[in-house]
């Protein structure tokens, strides 16, 4: 998920989700793209409820790595 969006920004969108009626809600990978790379960003992004963080410019290895850690391959 990206953290820049408009309308609902990535942390909204996740604790949206987190939040939602849907099971799924509470169990399905939600893995932060983003620039802001500094720990603090990364512990945001946890504390709203996603899973992982992956810095832009995205390396792929690093998120086939991070995506197989929820068996989404």
Known sequence: M???MPVMNGYEAAG???NSKNPLGKKI????????AFSE???RCLDVGMDAHI???VDFEKLKEVMQ???AL
């Open 69 to 71: 850690n929820f068996n």
């Open 29 to 36: 990978p939600i893995i932060a793209m983003t620039a802001n």
């Open 2 to 4: 990206d953290v820049q």
């Open 16 to 18: 949206a989700i987190r």
């Open 55 to 57: 810095a832009k410019t």
């Open 41 to 43: 960003d990364i512990q």
